[in-house]
């Protein structure tokens, strides 16, 4: 009752008004290093081989980062429960790419500039694969899009149906039997993306007690914070994460998209 129907100074909105360092990129962080990720150009395609020598040696490179320099380990970006209810189907970077913009490579540098540089000089060899681009298609298994072993919870694989959920209140017949109208159709909505200003971004380093510190907009730091540290085979004593006042999210931000790897950046 001390707020309700009150005028009540936002917590934050000085800080907001003024213009203070509130999101995650306001920090100033001295001598940062800055990633760069080499997206896939191709739709469904195993890695062959990858040469990132030439990439390697442009000045202020620090190093260029593949699918073999991680274990081989799957997991789930999503981070809105736990155990996780959706697959654990993911690698940090994997050596098979499933749609374009895929993650192919991590490079770290001393400039942005040498950064943008270096993805331009990895030469890539793919083996093509058939892709799938219709959910009706998709459900036929005429192409499969997780084949492998090691990978946890998807619902159906040779089928490409990752989760199923089945739910009932009341009795659904005898409601449809008692209605006056019923109607039926079939009804489908495009991907909608929430459009906010912040983007993904985050910050890593390391602190005083050697532990890794993450500084994201995200919408669940814990989650990320175990989850990275199962990533990359931390104890989770060992990982921080800071979310500060977050620039829109909207549900956008309820899983890791980066966090992993700018802090594997870090760990190497």
């Given at each position: 009752?001390?707020?309700?129907?009150?005028?009540?100074?936002?917590?934050?909105?000085?800080?907001?008004?003024?213009?203070?360092?509130?999101?995650?990129?306001?920090?100033e962080?001295?001598?940062?290093?800055?990633?760069?990720?080499?997206?896939?150009?191709?739709?469904h395609?195993?890695?062959?081989?990858?040469?990132?020598?030439?990439?390697?040696?442009?000045?202020?490179?620090?190093?260029?980062?593949?699918?073999?320099?991680?274990?081989?380990?799957?997991?789930?970006?999503?981070?809105?429960?736990?155990?996780?209810?959706?697959?654990?189907?993911?690698?940090?970077?994997?050596?098979?790419?499933?749609?374009?913009?895929?993650?192919?490579?991590l490079?770290?540098?001393?400039?942005?500039?040498?950064?943008?540089?270096?993805?331009?000089?990895?030469?890539?060899e793919?083996?093509?694969?058939?892709?799938?681009?219709?959910?009706?298609?998709?459900?036929?298994?005429?192409?499969?899009?997780?084949?492998?072993?090691?990978?946890?919870?998807?619902?159906?694989?040779?089928?490409?149906?990752?989760?199923?959920?089945?739910?009932?209140?009341?009795?659904?017949?005898?409601?449809?039997?008692?209605?006056?109208?019923?109607?039926?159709?079939e009804?489908?909505?495009?991907?909608?993306?929430?459009?906010?200003?912040?983007?993904?971004?985050?910050?890593?380093?390391?602190?005083?007690?050697?532990?890794?510190?993450?500084?994201?907009?995200?919408?669940?730091?814990?989650?990320?914070?175990?989850?990275?540290?199962?990533?990359?085979?931390?104890?989770?004593?060992?990982?921080?994460?800071?979310?500060?006042?977050?620039?829109?999210?909207?549900?956008?931000?309820?899983?890791?998209?980066?966090?992993?790897?700018?802090a594997?950046?870090?760990?190497?």
């Amino acid at each position: 009752m001390k707020v309700i129907g009150k005028d009540t100074a936002r917590v934050d909105g000085r800080a907001l008004a003024t213009g203070q360092p509130v999101f995650a990129d306001d920090i100033e962080l001295k001598n940062v290093l800055h990633c760069k990720v080499l997206h896939s150009d191709v739709a469904h395609a195993r890695i062959k081989r990858i040469d990132a020598s030439a990439a390697r040696s442009i000045p202020g490179i620090v190093a260029v980062y593949t699918h073999e320099d991680f274990n081989q380990h799957y997991y789930t970006t999503a981070g809105q429960g736990y155990p996780e209810p959706g697959p654990r189907d993911y690698r940090i970077l994997d050596d098979t790419v499933r749609y374009v913009g895929d993650r192919v490579a991590l490079v770290t540098a001393e400039t942005l500039s040498a950064a943008q540089l270096a993805l331009t000089r990895i030469k890539v060899e793919y083996e093509k694969l058939p892709a799938v681009f219709d959910p009706r298609e998709a459900l036929t298994g005429q192409v499969v899009v997780h084949p492998e072993a090691g990978k946890s919870g998807i619902h159906d694989c040779k089928h490409n149906i990752a989760c199923h959920i089945a739910a009932e209140v009341g009795d659904v017949a005898a409601a449809f039997a008692d209605a006056d109208h019923v109607f039926e159709g079939e009804y489908s909505t495009p991907f909608v993306q929430q459009a906010h200003i912040e983007p993904h971004i985050c910050l890593s380093w390391r602190d005083e007690h050697n532990r890794i510190v993450i500084r994201s907009a995200t919408q669940v730091p814990f989650h990320a914070r175990r989850i990275v540290a199962e990533v990359l085979g931390l104890d989770v004593g060992q990982v921080r994460v800071i979310k500060p006042r977050v620039g829109g999210a909207f549900g956008g931000k309820q899983e890791i998209l980066n966090e992993e790897l700018v802090a594997a950046g870090t760990l190497k």
